[in-house]
C-alpha cells in the first residue's frame, strides 16, 4: 500500500486560509468516507482534527474543515492563527483491512 | 479521561526482539478497537496494526507483517506489540492508539525504540 501524497509545505499569513490536498486511489481515499486528518507539532504526539472525511472531534475549532473530491481529501484551515504552525497528515483506511497515512505538510504562519 | 502510557522501549540489536504494552484508561477498553502507529526520526506516521475489541481479528502493514504481534488483555486494559527480527530501519516512536470509525483519535505520548548495533 503506497502512502497517500501531500504537499510538503504550506503557508498563509494570519486570517487566511490554506488548503492542504491529500491524494490516494480508488482503492483508499475514493473507496471510502474513512479519511482522517491529524495536527502535529514537533516532538508531540498527533492529535486528532477531522475523521469520516468532514467530522470534527468535540474541541476541534470550526476553523478546520474537510472535504474530498474523488481520489483527493483536503483539509481547510480558515481564519490561520499562529498556534496553526504544525505538520498535518492525512490518513485513510485503505481496504484489504489496513490504513495509510499520507507523508505529512509543514505548515507554516508567515 | 482517556489516557494511552506506552511503556517498553530502549535500545535493542539488530535481529533481537522488544515488547512494547500501552496501558489504557478513561474508556471501555473491552469495547473500542486499538492500533500501533510508528514516526521514525523525521519522517511520517506509518500505521502498523490493528487489533479488534474481540482481541481476535488482527491486521498487519506490510512493514511488520510476519515480525509483529499485536495482542491485548481486556482483563488488564492493556495493549502489547511483539517485535521480533527487528531491524535498524525499526528505530522510530511506538505510539498506542484509539481507534474511532476508522480514524486514530487517542495518542499516547509514544516510546522510543532504537534498533542500532
Given at each position: 500500500q503506497s502512502a497517500l501524497t501531500q504537499p510538503p509545505s504550506a503557508s498563509g499569513s494570519p486570517g487566511q486560509s490554506v488548503t492542504i490536498s491529500c491524494t490516494g486511489t480508488s482503492s483508499d481515499v475514493g473507496g471510502y468516507n474513512h479519511v482522517s486528518w491529524y495536527q502535529q507539532y514537533p516532538g508531540k504526539a498527533p492529535k486528532f482534527m477531522i475523521?469520516?472525511?468532514?467530522k470534527r472531534p468535540s474541541g476541534?475549532?470550526?476553523r478546520f474543515s474537510g472535504s474530498k473530491s474523488g481520489n483527493t481529501a483536503s483539509l481547510t484551515v480558515s481564519?490561520?492563527?499562529?498556534?496553526?504552525?504544525a505538520d498535518y497528515y492525512c490518513s485513510s483506511y485503505?481496504?484489504?483491512d489496513n490504513w495509510v497515512f499520507g507523508g505529512g505538510t509543514k505548515l507554516t504562519v508567515l | 479521561q482517556v489516557q494511552l502510557v506506552e511503556s517498553g522501549g530502549g535500545l535493542v540489536q539488530p535481529g533481537g526482539a522488544l515488547r512494547l504494552s500501552c496501558a489504557a484508561s478513561g474508556f471501555t477498553f473491552n469495547r473500542n478497537n486499538m492500533h500501533w502507529v510508528r514516526q521514525a526520526p523525521g519522517k511520517g506516521l506509518e500505521w502498523l496494526a490493528f487489533i479488534g475489541w474481540d482481541t481476535t481479528t488482527k491486521h498487519y502493514g506490510e512493514s511488520v507483517k510476519g515480525r509483529f504481534i499485536i495482542s491485548r488483555d481486556n482483563s488488564k486494559n492493556t495493549l502489547d506489540l511483539h517485535m521480533n527480527?527487528?531491524?535498524?530501519?525499526?528505530?522510530a516512536v511506538y505510539y498506542c492508539v484509539k481507534d474511532l470509525d476508522w480514524g486514530f483519535d487517542y495518542w499516547g505520548r509514544g516510546t522510543l525504540v532504537t534498533v542500532s548495533s
Open positions: 475523521y469520516e472525511v468532514t476541534v475549532p470550526d481564519g490561520l492563527q499562529a498556534e496553526d504552525e485503505g481496504g484489504s | 527480527s527487528l531491524r535498524i530501519e525499526d528505530t
